[in-house]
């Protein structure tokens, strides 16, 4: 996105206008509710001394597991996995003093892995893992673990939130070394107490601001920071720059409160009011009482909005009513009004808005209540009732014994409203014990390490250097960072690569491509994967990709998704256009996105000004609910920038001739060829003509009229105007 733009461009307000078979899916509601009514009470380690247990076979595809307390339990659950399948959870049905649930069909060779959640004396407790292999006649274990020991699953309550799936456990990838459970996270990341003086937290607010706050020096540097507060409250303002996470450690977002506002405005002179520029910083998991009654989140690209209660007005534009360039709200209340006023495009998903007021091309809402109705393109908003697949980000939290633990939420389906409406997130939780920290210090060697022991990485604000590509293999990995940590592979290596395995889940990271081209940034699942996780799919959530403004990045593809399923839920893929290293043959990228995975969701899409197509989407069953394009700036002249059919230009976004399903909602695409003005787009969307490919709500601008863009999709939509205009295509075909 060019961040000084041309005339002409005004903001309005417009009228605030897997698996499972129906039985267990049934039991999986049941679970969800109870473990709702027991999730403040919390979970401890079990004790060899409590229970017995055994699988027997009452025939060779069926494998009965009995559980036998020494004290009575009032439930007894069940966590398991039948081979590499997806995790089930389920209530045990009792059977006199034992408790039993027989897992059917399971054939003979196959690994059984399976722990329990179950009550003693009131308190809730979580034994060891255990592993049993169909056809070995049967077995009875007194308590001893065949693997580590699975952790504290801290069931939450479903509530009224809807499109839940439930509670459920995520195993550990794996057999990690124990870990701390109140780890040194490093330097860069600072955490506050609700016992320190507000002065005292204020001042070290305001120093790490300063640090981070001027566009010109800022913007492009190594500093990165997070800023996490225990639950209470806080009487202070945070004033967010760049390259800053600021978040709650609650299990929920009212269980930290500002009395104060989280700002992000157009802050420095040099900005002119302009916010078009305010990249790369976050809020989460907290609630705020903002002075005034509006708290202002003026941003740009890679900012999101997470798990925030805001008991008042949010207001998305720059204080000088100057450009925005936004974003990105999910899994929030706002009790008052939400302005977008000047902000050209934004998605809102799964959140509760009092109203909603203004919108200049393209505003989004998925799963949104109190959001507007679906009157694309006048006014420009486009809103679907729910999200069709949805899971919400990981998170640190800390628990009542001041031990940190990272929440895992549940997979959820036709969600609308935050995931905590009911007063709890469901899901499950892991320990600090089975994630590595990385922080300062660390190598890809390292990393690796962690990973191939089966740990979880919990990610610290830096810029890492990878000489080697950091390999996921492992089921049910969870990778998450906070701080905007960075990772650059040099040498050309490719950065990261996640194997097609279920529920691996990537979250708050910034891949940096190097100065030798790298051939992609992040892969999903090799070549060729056709593995189905519907029931635990992967998720990249808050993952971000840059080529150049540092140094002159390379890299052909930012990110490929060959797994199936896999949700892709907040990404800006950015070829730089403003910064160092800047050039049609210095920061040189091919595509932004390719999706060969079928079945894969895409829910906010951010990807610009890559120099071939932008978004390659191949897969079938495709979705996408709000997209946000820029075309490159700067193709020299036309005969550098034509297609493979000799068209001109390349499309922003391409469905693959061989897709027959697809379709899409609320896209935007915009050219300003600056240094070529006579250079042209053909079209700005590409599919194939078949009535199961649709796009809704799509439209193009050329700002400020710098270059044209023909169509809209294929041959269908006006040319571009010069006054800086957009042309809609209400509905395709």
């Known amino acids: 996105m060019r961040r000084t733009f041309p005339p002409g461009r005004t903001g309005h307000r417009s009228r605030l206008h897997r698996r499972p078979v129906a039985l267990l899916a049934a039991f999986a509601l049941v679970l969800a509710g109870l473990l709702g009514l027991i999730g403040t009470i919390g979970s401890a380690s079990a004790d060899a001394s409590d229970y017995t247990q055994s699988v027997s076979e009452p025939s060779s595809t069926q494998a009965k597991v009995t559980f036998t307390?020494?004290?009575?339990?009032?439930?007894?659950?069940?966590?398991?996995?039948?081979?590499?399948?997806?995790?089930?959870n389920v209530q045990m049905a009792a059977s006199g003093s034992s408790w039993t649930y027989t897992v059917s069909p399971i054939s003979a060779g196959t690994v059984l892995t399976y722990s329990f959640t179950y009550t003693k004396n009131g308190p809730q407790y979580d034994s060891s893992q255990y592993t049993y292999t169909q056809g070995s006649g049967g077995s009875t274990s007194a308590g001893t673990s065949s693997g580590t020991s699975s952790g504290t699953s801290t069931g939450t309550s479903t509530g009224t939130t809807t499109g839940s799936t439930g509670g459920s456990t995520t195993p550990p990838p794996g057999n990690c070394p124990t870990q701390s459970d109140t780890p040194n996270f490093g330097s860069n990341v600072h955490i506050y107490d609700p016992s320190m003086s507000a002065a005292t937290i204020q001042s070290q607010l305001d120093a790490q601001f300063n640090q981070q706050k001027d566009t010109a020096t800022a913007?492009?540097?190594?500093?990165?920071?997070?800023?996490?507060?225990?639950?209470?409250?806080?009487?202070?303002?945070?004033?967010?720059?760049?390259?800053?996470?600021?978040?709650?450690?609650?299990?929920?977002?009212?269980?930290?409160?500002?009395?104060?506002?989280?700002?992000?405005?157009?802050?420095?002179?040099?900005?002119?009011?302009?916010?078009?520029?305010?990249?790369?910083?976050?809020?989460?998991?907290?609630?705020?009482?903002?002075?005034?009654?509006?708290?202002?989140?003026?941003?740009?690209?890679?900012?999101?909005?997470?798990?925030?209660?805001?008991?008042?007005?949010?207001?998305?534009?720059?204080?000088?009513?100057?450009?925005?360039?936004?974003?990105?709200?999910?899994?929030?209340?706002?009790?008052?009004?939400?302005?977008?006023?000047?902000?050209?495009?934004?998605?809102?998903?799964?959140?509760?808005?009092?109203?909603?007021?203004?919108?200049?091309?393209?505003?989004?809402?998925?799963?949104?209540?109190?959001?507007?109705?679906?009157?694309?393109?006048?006014?420009?908003?486009?809103?679907?009732?729910?999200?069709?697949?949805?899971?919400?980000?990981?998170?640190?939290?800390?628990?009542?014994?001041?031990?940190?633990?990272?929440?895992?939420?549940?997979?959820?389906?036709?969600?609308?409203?935050?995931?905590?409406?009911?007063?709890?997130?469901?899901?499950?939780?892991?320990?600090?014990?089975?994630?590595?920290?990385?922080?300062?210090?660390?190598?890809?060697?390292?990393?690796?390490?962690?990973?191939?022991?089966?740990?979880?990485?919990?990610?610290?604000?830096?810029?890492?250097?990878?000489?080697?590509?950091?390999?996921?293999t492992k089921a049910n990995t969870t990778i998450l960072g906070i701080g905007y940590p960075t990772l650059i592979p040099d040498n050309g290596v490719n950065a990261m690569q996640v194997a097609d395995v279920d529920g691996v889940r990537l979250k708050g990271l910034l891949f940096d491509a190097g100065t030798t081209n790298s051939q992609a940034l992040l892969t999903v699942g090799p070549s060729g994967s056709s593995a189905s996780h519907a029931a635990n799919p992967t998720t990249i959530q808050d993952v971000f990709f840059r080529i150049g403004g540092q140094v002159a990045g390379k890299a052909t593809n930012s990110l490929i998704v060959n797994s199936s399923n896999a949700i892709i839920d907040h990404i800006w893929a950015w070829r730089a256009d403003h910064g160092s290293g800047v050039g049609w043959t210095s920061n040189t990228a091919d595509n932004g996105l390719t999706v060969n995975g079928n079945n894969v969701l895409a829910t906010g899409l951010f990807v610009e000004h890559y120099q071939k197509y932008e978004v390659v989407w191949n897969g079938q069953g495709g979705k996408t609910i709000f997209f946000q394009n820029e075309n490159p700036y700067d193709p020299p002249n036309q005969a550098a920038w034509?297609?493979?059919?000799?068209?001109?230009?390349?499309?922003?976004?391409?469905?693959?001739?061989?897709?027959?399903?697809?379709?899409?909602?609320?896209?935007?695409?915009?050219?300003y060829f600056n240094v070529n003005p006579a250079v042209n787009n053909y079209h700005a969307f590409e599919v194939p003509n078949v009535s199961g490919v649709k796009f809704h709500s799509a439209l193009t601008v050329s700002l400020g009229g710098v270059g044209t863009i023909t169509h809209v999709i294929n041959d269908t939509g006006a040319v571009t105007a010069s006054n800086t205009t957009p042309s809609n295509v209400v509905n395709y075909p």
């Open 69 to 88: 307390p020494t004290s009575p339990a009032t439930y007894v659950i069940i966590h398991y996995q039948v081979g590499a399948g997806g995790q089930q």
């Open 219 to 472: 913007q492009f540097s190594n500093n990165r920071v997070a800023q996490l507060f225990k639950p209470g409250t806080y009487n202070v303002n945070d004033n967010v720059g760049f390259y800053t996470s600021v978040a709650g450690l609650g299990q929920n977002p009212d269980d930290v409160t500002f009395n104060g506002n989280i700002t992000v405005d157009a802050f420095n002179a040099s900005d002119a009011g302009n916010a078009t520029q305010n990249f790369w910083r976050s809020a989460e998991n907290l609630a705020i009482n903002p002075g005034g009654g509006s708290d202002r989140w003026a941003v740009a690209q890679a900012a999101p909005f997470r798990r925030i209660d805001v008991h008042g007005n949010l207001q998305l534009y720059p204080a000088s009513y100057g450009y925005a360039s936004g974003g990105y709200i999910a899994d929030t209340k706002v009790s008052g009004e939400t302005s977008s006023i000047s902000q050209q495009q934004w998605y809102t998903r799964d959140s509760n808005l009092g109203s909603w007021a203004g919108g200049v091309w393209n505003m989004v809402f998925s799963g949104v209540n109190g959001a507007p109705g679906n009157t694309f393109p006048n006014p420009p908003e486009t809103t679907l009732a729910t999200t069709p697949v949805s899971r919400d980000v990981p998170y640190l939290y800390v628990d009542s014994s001041g031990k940190y633990r990272v929440f895992l939420p549940s997979l959820r389906t036709n969600a609308s409203g935050p995931s905590w409406a009911g007063g709890s997130t469901p899901g499950s939780s892991l320990p600090m014990s089975q994630f590595y920290v990385v922080k300062a210090g660390d190598t890809a060697a390292t990393i690796n390490n962690a990973l191939s022991q089966g740990c979880n990485l919990f990610v610290t604000p830096g810029v890492y250097h990878l000489n080697q590509t950091l390999n996921v």
């Open 642 to 671: 034509k297609n493979p059919a000799g068209q001109n230009g390349y499309a922003a976004y391409k469905v693959g001739a061989n897709v027959t399903t697809h379709e899409a909602w609320g896209l935007g695409s915009y050219c």
